[in-house]
């Protein structure tokens, strides 16, 4: 039951800080969810690193980060991470031994120094100190889970796959050996047809104590102490996961997905990996040639570090490619992924089904190709592959070759004899119609996280 004031009737406008986890993937939702916040009658401040308020100044100039005080305001904590300016990606481990260790007393003089009198704090999944310091100052606290359900319940099984001595892994060669293709059919909130290697990747690790794998499952398990956990997704697409969620965690908010949707002529291969994925330069062969080989005209965002060791990673391409590709090739480093998705043109969607990807490839209608790098990206990948879940998209296979490339796409463009595009491409509109229809519901629950937590002032 709502009752709470709504923030218009308070006089006073309510105070929510925002605090993402420092990297795009979480970045990107946590931003949304701010703006949502602050159409809705809040004041935000948004909390970035040090490293990542740096970016946001250099592109969009001190002006427009400073924004309007006491409105919607950015501001900045240290990451502990050695100071640098240059545009590189952070490794997540670096991250998330930083975030964990060093931000919490910064964290906590920041909601301490505030202007404004905070109302609530809304902090991404992986940074859960926000729990204890909104407790501190004696206000709600929810925690944003910015990846998929499945993605939160493939980490919370990392418990019991610990309890039965499955991980941490006995031994290196259980990653090559077949080990990793072990049924894992028992696990809570799951589907039936997960094998070991579509858990989140942190679970690859001989070491007890692996800071990824370590961390990620102390920031699954700390979800049950916030005020309730939001997550960027729905229940049509995730309604096991979500259950599962629900069955440990008191209070789950589903509230994507978040962003809107439309398209239609389906010509163009749309490939970009995401902002954190690094492959070898072979790899980068094996797509190249695999895309000029599809015979299908394509946009590519290579970044530039997207090579391992690599700082200019386009002039990694075979020279020949530009070549063989004139004319229905485009090169970038960066773009609007969403526009370039709802774009009509967009015919599949080669991506590392990072969950954000993976979500706005779906409300797009984009059926996808997946080549899954890490974190729960594999069990994005299967569950986005499953026909018996979203059956929206196909493998490309760990070890990526030019062939399959090639053929993956043709067939995924609804080429050659097989209906499995045009069946991909049906799913697809399917979800796409679904998360419009999401994004209603998911707004009122956001409204009822509003009323029943954030304004509950406990
Ligand atoms: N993104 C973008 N342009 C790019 C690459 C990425 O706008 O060239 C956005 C993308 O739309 C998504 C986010 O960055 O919202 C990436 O998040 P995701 O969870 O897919 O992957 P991650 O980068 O965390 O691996």
């Given at each position: 039951m709502n009752t709470a004031a709504p923030p218009a009737a308070t006089g006073k406008k309510p105070h929510a800080v925002c605090l993402p986890f420092p990297?795009?993937?979480?970045?990107?939702?946590?931003?949304?969810?701010?703006?949502i916040l602050h159409g809705r009658g809040f004041d935000v401040t948004f909390v970035n690193t040090e490293y990542n308020h740096r970016r946001l100044v250099r592109s969009r100039g001190a002006a427009a980060v400073a924004g309007v005080p006491g409105s919607f305001r950015?501001?900045?904590?240290?990451?502990?991470?050695?100071?640098?300016?240059?545009?590189?990606?952070?490794?997540?481990?670096?991250?998330?031994?930083?975030?964990?260790?060093?931000?919490?007393?910064?964290?906590?003089?920041?909601?301490?120094?505030?202007a404004a009198p905070v109302a609530c704090v809304v902090a991404d999944g992986l940074m859960s100190f926000a729990v204890d310091a909104a407790a501190e100052i004696g206000v709600p606290c929810a925690l944003f889970w910015t990846a998929s359900a499945c993605g939160y319940m493939g980490y919370r099984n990392f418990r019991p796959l610990i309890d039965r001595g499955i991980i941490p892994l006995k031994e290196e060669e259980q990653l090559t050996n077949g080990f990793m293709d072990m049924e894992v059919d028992w696990a809570p909130g799951m589907s039936k047809h997960m094998r070991l290697k579509d858990f989140p990747s942190f679970l690859r690790t001989t070491d007890p104590d692996d800071v990824l794998m370590t961390f990620q499952l102390g920031e699954v398990e700390r979800a049950e102490s916030a005020s309730a956990v939001i997550v960027n997704s729905f229940d049509e697409l995730e309604r096991a996961a979500l259950d599962g969620m629900r069955a440990i965690i008191p209070a789950v908010y589903t509230i994507g997905p978040l962003g809107p949707g439309e398209a239609p002529a389906r010509s163009v291969v749309y490939v970009n990996f995401g902002s954190v994925t690094v492959m070898s330069g072979e790899e980068l062969a094996e797509f190249a040639w695999g895309l000029a080989g599809s015979g299908h005209d394509f946009l590519w965002v290579v970044r530039p570090d997207v090579v391992r060791g690599d700082t200019a990673s386009a002039s990694a391409l075979p020279p020949e490619f530009a070549e063989a590709t004139r004319g229905r090739g485009l090169l970038a480093s960066w773009c609007d992924q969403e526009a370039v998705l709802r774009h009509g043109a967009v015919g599949v969607f080669l991506t590392h089904s990072g969950w954000n990807s993976t979500v706005e490839s779906l409300c797009a209608g984009v059926p996808m190709l997946c080549w899954p790098f890490f974190a729960e990206q594999q069990t994005n990948c299967r569950y986005a592959c499953a026909e018996d879940e979203w059956g929206v998209a196909m493998e490309v296979g760990d070890d990526v070759r030019r062939d399959a490339v090639a053929a993956r796409i043709r067939e995924a463009m609804g080429g050659g004899e097989g209906t499995k595009g045009r069946e991909m491409r049906k799913r697809a509109e399917e979800w796409k119609e679904a998360a419009a229809r999401a994004t209603a519901v998911s707004l009122g629950n956001l409204d009822s996280l509003i009323g029943d937590v954030l304004l509950s002032g406990k």
């Open positions: 990297a795009q993937g979480h970045i990107t939702p946590m931003l949304k969810l701010a703006k950015f501001a900045a904590i240290p990451d502990g991470l050695p100071a640098s300016d240059a545009d590189a990606t952070q490794d997540p481990a670096s991250i998330s031994h930083a975030t964990k260790h060093h931000c919490p007393p910064h964290f906590r003089r920041l909601l301490a120094a505030a």
